[in-house]
C-alpha cells in the first residue's frame, strides 16, 4: 500500500487535495448527498431501503456536515478543481487502550464525482487522510460501506484493506415459527 500523493501533488490541471474551510460547507453538503443519496441509491438494492431509512434525510445530511466540520477529532479533505469540489474524505480517530492497537483512524466518507473518477483523485484524498491519521499516532485505518457497494469495495481492497465483518438487519415486523 503506498500512500505518496498528498496535498496538491496531482500534478497540473488535476484537482488541488486541501482541507475543508468554513466556505466549503454548501459544497460538502452537495457532495455528502451525492454520496449518500444519489450514488446509494443508483447503486443500491431497493429492497434493502426501509432498513438504511432515516426520516428526514435532507436535515441528517447538514447535521452530519456541520458536525464534522464542528468536530476538532475529525479531518476533512477536499479536491478542488478549478474552484469546485469533485471529491472529499472524511475520518475520525477513536482509542480503546484495551487493544493491541489502540488508535484507530476511521473513515467516515470517501466520495469523487463520477465524472473525476479513475484518475487517482480518490487514492490522493485518501493519502491525505491516511498521513494525519498516522500524525495523531494511529495504527489501523477503518473503514466501512454497504455490502452492495461492488465498486468501492473493489477500491478498499485495491488500496490494500481487508474485510474483518459484515452487518445483517432484518426488519422485526415479520413472523417468525417460533419452538414451543
Ligand atoms: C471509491 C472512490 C472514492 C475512488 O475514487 P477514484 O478517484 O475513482 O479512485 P482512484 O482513481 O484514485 O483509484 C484508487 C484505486 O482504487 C482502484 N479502483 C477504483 N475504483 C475501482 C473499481 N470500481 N474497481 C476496482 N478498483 C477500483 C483504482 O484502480 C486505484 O488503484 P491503483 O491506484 O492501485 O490503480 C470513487 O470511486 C467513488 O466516489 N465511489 C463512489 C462512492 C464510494 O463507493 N465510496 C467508498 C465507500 S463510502
Excluded at 500500500?1 to 468554513?22: K, Q, T
Excluded at 455528502?32 to 434525510?57: C, E, K, Q, T, W
Aim: proline share 3%.
Amino acid at each position: 500500500m503506498g500512500f505518496s500523493l498528498e496535498h496538491g501533488s496531482l500534478g497540473d490541471g488535476s484537482p488541488h487535495i486541501r482541507h475543508a474551510v468554513r466556505s466549503d460547507r454548501d459544497a460538502l453538503i452537495r457532495l455528502h448527498r451525492a454520496l449518500y443519496v444519489d450514488y446509494r441509491n443508483h447503486i443500491g438494492n431497493a429492497s434493502l431501503r426501509p432498513l438504511v431509512a432515516y426520516r428526514d434525510f435532507a436535515s441528517v445530511l447538514v447535521d452530519d456536515v456541520d458536525a464534522m466540520m464542528n468536530s476538532r477529532n475529525t479531518e476533512i479533505f477536499v479536491a478542488e478543481l478549478r474552484s469546485v469540489l469533485i471529491g472529499y474524505v472524511t475520518g475520525r480517530t477513536e482509542h480503546d487502550p484495551r487493544r493491541e492497537i489502540s488508535k484507530k483512524g476511521v473513515v467516515e466518507d470517501w466520495f469523487v464525482a463520477p465524472t473525476h473518477r479513475g484518475h487517482g483523485v480518490g487514492r490522493a484524498l485518501f493519502a491525505n487522510l491516511a498521513k494525519r491519521f498516522a500524525e495523531r499516532g494511529c495504527g489501523l485505518i477503518e473503514s466501512t460501506t454497504w455490502s452492495f457497494n461492488r465498486a468501492g469495495r473493489a477500491a478498499h481492497e485495491r488500496l490494500g484493506f481487508k474485510e474483518i465483518q459484515v452487518m445483517y438487519r432484518m426488519p422485526l415486523n415479520l413472523t417468525y415459527p417460533t419452538q414451543t
